[in-house]
C-alpha cells in the first residue's frame, strides 16, 4: 500500500535558522507529493506541490524535490521566522485518486 | 481556489448527545470529503460525500455514528452521534475536483465532557 513518514517532532529552532523536515513515501506507482501546513486554530492549506521526478516545489521561501532516487520530499528552508511556526504534513496522491494519503505531521516551533 | 466555511469553529458538547457540523463552499464541487484528526495525530478520511447519493465511509466509520448529508454541490453536513469522549478530534472538510489538491475548511474543535 501507500505510506507517508515523517521525521518525529516537534522541532524546535531559533528564528532565521535552517529547517529540513524530513519525508519519504511508499507508493504503487508515480505519486504527485505535497507539503501542507496547519497553523494554531487553522484547517490545512497547500504550500507546495511536486508531481514528477526532479520537480521542485516552492512557495513562501519553502522548497521541497521530489527525489524518485530515494523516495523523498524533503521540507527545507533556509531561514525560518516565528510566523512559520505551524504544524507540517507531507501528503501523496496516486493516478487519479484525489485522496491524499497523510504523513503523521511534525510540529515545527520558532522561538524569536 | 474554493473557499470553505466550516460551522461550528469549536464546541463542547456532553456524552450521549449529537452534534452537526456544516461545511459550505462557494462554488459548486463534484466531491466533498470529511476528516477526523484527532490530537496529535494526522488526518484520517471518514466518508466521501458526492451529491444525489449515499456516502461512502472508510473503514472503521459506520453511517449511524456518522451519517452526512449533501443536498447539493455546495454544501454538506457531518453529524457526530451518541458521543463520548473518544470522539474529541477536530473534524475537517475539504473539497476536491479533478486532480487538483484538496482544499480544507478550518475545521470543527470538538471536545466531549
Known amino acids: 500500500g501507500n505510506s507517508v513518514t515523517q521525521m518525529e517532532g516537534p522541532v524546535t529552532l531559533s528564528e532565521e535558522a535552517f529547517l529540513t523536515i524530513n519525508c519519504t513515501y511508499t507508493a504503487t506507482g508515480y505519486p504527485s507529493l505535497f507539503w501542507y501546513v496547519q497553523y494554531p486554530g487553522e484547517g490545512l492549506q497547500l504550500l507546495l506541490k511536486?508531481?514528477?521526478?526532479?520537480d521542485k516545489g516552492s512557495n513562501k521561501g519553502f522548497e521541497a524535490t521530489y527525489r524518485k532516487e530515494t523516495t523523498s520530499f524533503h521540507l527545507e528552508k533556509g531561514s525560518v521566522q516565528v510566523s512559520d511556526s505551524a504544524v507540517y504534513f507531507c501528503?501523496?496522491?496516486?493516478?487519479?485518486?484525489?485522496?491524499?494519503?497523510f504523513g503523521r505531521g511534525t510540529s515545527l516551533i520558532v522561538h524569536p | 481556489s474554493a473557499v470553505i466555511s466550516q460551522k461550528p469553529s469549536r464546541d463542547i458538547c456532553q456524552r450521549g448527545t449529537s452534534l452537526t457540523i456544516q461545511c459550505q463552499v462557494d462554488?459548486?464541487?463534484?466531491?466533498m470529503f470529511w476528516y477526523r484528526q484527532q490530537p496529535g495525530q494526522s488526518l484520517t478520511l471518514i466518508a466521501t460525500a458526492n451529491q444525489g447519493s449515499e456516502a461512502t465511509y472508510e473503514s472503521g466509520f459506520v453511517i449511524d455514528k456518522f451519517p452526512i448529508s449533501r443536498p447539493n454541490l455546495t454544501f454538506s453536513t457531518l453529524t457526530v452521534s451518541n458521543m463520548s469522549p473518544e470522539d474529541s478530534s477536530i473534524y475537517l472538510c475539504s473539497v476536491g475536483t479533478g486532480q487538483k489538491p484538496q482544499h480544507f475548511g478550518d475545521g470543527t474543535r470538538l471536545s466531549i465532557l
Open positions: 462554488s459548486q464541487v463534484t466531491m
Open positions: 511536486a508531481t514528477k521526478a526532479d
Open positions: 501528503a501523496l496522491t496516486i493516478g487519479g485518486s484525489y485522496i491524499p494519503t
